[in-house]
């Protein structure tokens, strides 16, 4: 009975795996995405940029869920933050992944770039990955900025009044570049408002094309290291030793006055 | 070309309408009036007394017309400001601060003829607490008997009078317009001393008080 149950349920699921791959082809898409070789030597360093990726997946959760209750008006900011880390039903757990992953996420930010730079993953074909890199890296920023004025606590307050101030000091465009920000021309309901939109609209939104990119990018070329390509930029590093190597025998040949 | 303009041209102008507003305009979220900040007894003779004061601004949905029109107004919005206040020192020392002759009878409430406002005026200090550097609120920290603003973020230092003493800030500290009336009061508008720029030209500080 149970054996006869196993195998129709078996047979409806291949069925239903069939007319999806037929239609979509959503199997032979999953499989390439998934499937994806890496190398041998050090795998656990690749395991940075998923890291990142991981920790960019969570904000974006939590925050969906953060806007359930937080209210960004300058009477009810700090209020509604309040509520969220004391009334609401995991409240706390669902704030402080925002807050804590946020910080991780600078952190992970910076091992991943630090592990791309010194292992030379940026060099050709991938340089333009780097850039993508390095635009996501802006956009997290800005993110950080923007997110940190939400809480209209004094902290968030006068980090922010900073933050505006040092972008006073640009060139030319340094009252811009405050007035922008500021909403106005001084800290006040507006400069809350804006910060909102750019925090969970314009920023996540620019966000998500990017990391698209890198992710296309990165698939495209495969992760820097393999075998394949380590040999060959270790034989090549070895056979420029070599020359200079000779190049040293033959100015001794010439530079006789070194030797005497 | 045309069709380009009208697609980008009202979305970017929507989002800087501040900029379009202050720096071209040059209207701005404060309102003119004087307000009161406190009466000359309250200085003491040696050191600098800071006294919280509130503007109104009418930024964005906060604006009084608008709040008036929707009848929905749940709190009067302003922008606090600390202000500090002290008597000139010809030294920079808050020891050494030259308050006028009449200040050591002075009680609260008094009122004081036009002479003497105008004395007051003359030896007065009225500070903006947002430092010249980043705009964080300084505080008076008194050290070895010497006192001077110590700005919690950087360490920028100011003397008694609000001059340059040390740390990153570029300048003294910003000084409100100020006028001394006969009630014996303090009133200041939301200006400081900065050198005016051209709107839309060219650029003026501070830019965030």
Same mark, same amino acid.
């Given at each position: 009975? !149970? $054996?006869?149950?196993?195998?129709?349920?078996?047979?409806?699921?291949?069925?239903?795996?069939?007319?999806?791959?037929?239609?979509?082809?959503?199997?032979?898409?999953? +499989?390439?995405?998934?499937?994806?070789?890496?190398?041998?030597? $050090?795998?656990?360093?690749?395991?940075?940029?998923?890291?990142?990726?991981?920790?960019?997946?969570?904000?974006?959760?939590?925050?969906?869920?953060?806007?359930?209750?937080?209210?960004?008006?300058?009477?009810?900011?700090?209020?509604?933050?309040?509520?969220?880390?004391?009334?609401?039903?995991?409240?706390?757990?669902?704030? #402080?992944?925002?807050?804590?992953?946020?910080?991780?996420?600078?952190?992970? !930010?910076?091992?991943?770039?630090?592990?791309?730079?010194?292992? #030379?993953?940026?060099?050709?074909?991938?340089?333009?990955?780097?850039?993508?890199?390095?635009?996501?890296?802006?956009?997290?920023?800005?993110?950080?900025?923007?997110?940190?004025?939400?809480?209209?606590?004094? =902290?968030?307050?006068?980090?922010?009044?900073?933050?505006? @101030?040092?972008?006073?000091?640009?060139?030319?465009?340094?009252?811009?570049?405050? %007035? &922008?920000?500021? $909403?106005?021309?001084?800290?006040?309901?507006?400069?809350?408002?804006?910060?909102?939109?750019? %925090?969970?609209?314009?920023?996540?939104?620019?966000?998500?094309?990017?990391?698209?990119?890198?992710?296309?990018?990165?698939?495209?070329?495969?992760?820097?290291?393999?075998?394949?390509?380590?040999?060959?930029?270790?034989?090549?590093?070895?056979?420029?030793?070599?020359?200079?190597?000779?190049?040293?025998? +033959?100015?001794?040949?010439?530079?006789?006055?070194?030797?005497? | 070309?045309?069709?380009?303009? !009208?697609?980008?041209?009202?979305?970017?102008? &929507?989002?800087?309408?501040?900029?379009?507003?202050?720096?071209?305009?040059? =209207?701005?979220?404060?309102?003119?009036?004087?307000?009161?900040? $406190?009466?000359?007894?309250?200085?003491? @003779?040696?050191?600098?007394? =800071?006294?919280?004061?509130?503007?109104?601004?009418?930024?964005?949905?906060?604006? @009084?017309?608008?709040?008036?029109?929707?009848?929905?107004?749940?709190?009067?919005?302003?922008?606090?400001?600390?202000?500090?206040?002290?008597?000139?020192?010809?030294?920079? @020392?808050?020891?050494?601060?030259?308050?006028?002759?009449?200040?050591?009878?002075?009680?609260?409430?008094?009122?004081?003829?036009?002479?003497?406002?105008?004395?007051?005026?003359?030896?007065?200090?009225?500070?903006?607490?947002?430092?010249? %550097?980043?705009?964080?609120?300084?505080?008076?920290?008194?050290?070895?008997?010497?006192?001077?603003?110590?700005?919690?973020?950087?360490?920028?230092?100011? =003397?008694?009078?609000?001059?340059?003493?040390?740390?990153?800030?570029?300048?003294?500290?910003?000084?409100?317009?100020?006028?001394?009336?006969?009630?014996?009061?303090?009133?200041?508008? %939301?200006?400081?001393?900065?050198?005016?720029?051209?709107?839309?030209?060219?650029?003026?500080?501070?830019?965030?008080?």
């Amino acid at each position: 009975m !149970i $054996g006869r149950i196993r195998t129709q349920t078996s047979e409806a699921s291949k069925l239903i795996v069939d007319w999806m791959e037929h239609r979509t082809g959503i199997v032979t898409m999953l +499989e390439h995405f998934l499937y994806e070789p890496v190398p041998k030597r $050090g795998a656990w360093i690749y395991t940075l940029g998923s890291a990142v990726l991981g920790l960019i997946s969570l904000q974006f959760l939590t925050g969906i869920l953060l806007l359930f209750y937080y209210v960004p008006t300058t009477t009810e900011a700090w209020n509604s933050v309040y509520y969220i880390m004391n009334d609401a039903v995991f409240g706390q757990l669902i704030r #402080g992944l925002h807050y804590w992953s946020a910080n991780f996420l600078m952190a992970a !930010i910076g091992l991943h770039m630090a592990q791309v730079f010194f292992s #030379g993953g940026y060099k050709a074909p991938r340089e333009l990955n780097w850039l993508v890199g390095v635009i996501l890296l802006l956009l997290v920023v800005g993110l950080s900025f923007t997110g940190y004025l939400l809480r209209w606590d004094q =902290d968030g307050f006068w980090a922010s009044v900073v933050g505006i @101030k040092i972008g006073s000091y640009s060139p030319f465009v340094g009252s811009y570049i405050t %007035h &922008f920000l500021l $909403g106005g021309d001084v800290i006040g309901p507006a400069t809350l408002s804006r910060f909102f939109a750019i %925090h969970v609209w314009l920023l996540p939104a620019t966000i998500a094309p990017f990391i698209g990119i890198h992710l296309y990018l990165l698939r495209r070329h495969g992760v820097f290291g393999s075998d394949f390509e380590y040999t060959e930029r270790l034989t090549k590093l070895h056979e420029q030793q070599r020359l200079e190597e000779y190049a040293g025998y +033959e100015l001794d040949e010439d530079g006789q006055s070194d030797r005497e | 070309m045309i069709t380009g303009a !009208i697609l980008t041209i009202p979305p970017v102008a &929507f989002i800087l309408t501040p900029i379009i507003k202050t720096d071209v305009l040059g =209207d701005s979220d404060v309102s003119e009036q004087w307000v009161k900040v $406190g009466h000359l007894s309250e200085i003491p @003779k040696d050191e600098p007394k =800071d006294f919280t004061i509130q503007f109104p601004i009418t930024q964005s949905y906060g604006s @009084k017309g608008i709040q008036k029109e929707s009848g929905v107004s749940n709190s009067d919005y302003t922008v606090r400001n600390a202000v500090w206040m002290s008597w000139r020192s010809p030294t920079g @020392k808050a020891q050494e601060s030259e308050p006028p002759s009449f200040a050591e009878s002075l009680k609260a409430g008094d009122s004081i003829s036009q002479s003497q406002s105008k004395e007051a005026e003359k030896k007065l200090n009225v500070l903006s607490s947002s430092c010249a %550097h980043l705009g964080c609120p300084v505080r008076w920290l008194i050290t070895e008997g010497e006192g001077e603003f110590l700005c919690p973020c950087h360490g920028g230092l100011y =003397d008694s009078n609000g001059d340059y003493v040390g740390g990153p800030p570029p300048r003294g500290m910003y000084r409100y317009t100020y006028e001394v009336r006969q009630d014996g009061n303090v009133y200041v508008k %939301h200006e400081f001393n900065i050198k005016p720029g051209i709107p839309g030209i060219s650029t003026q500080q501070p830019y965030v008080i």
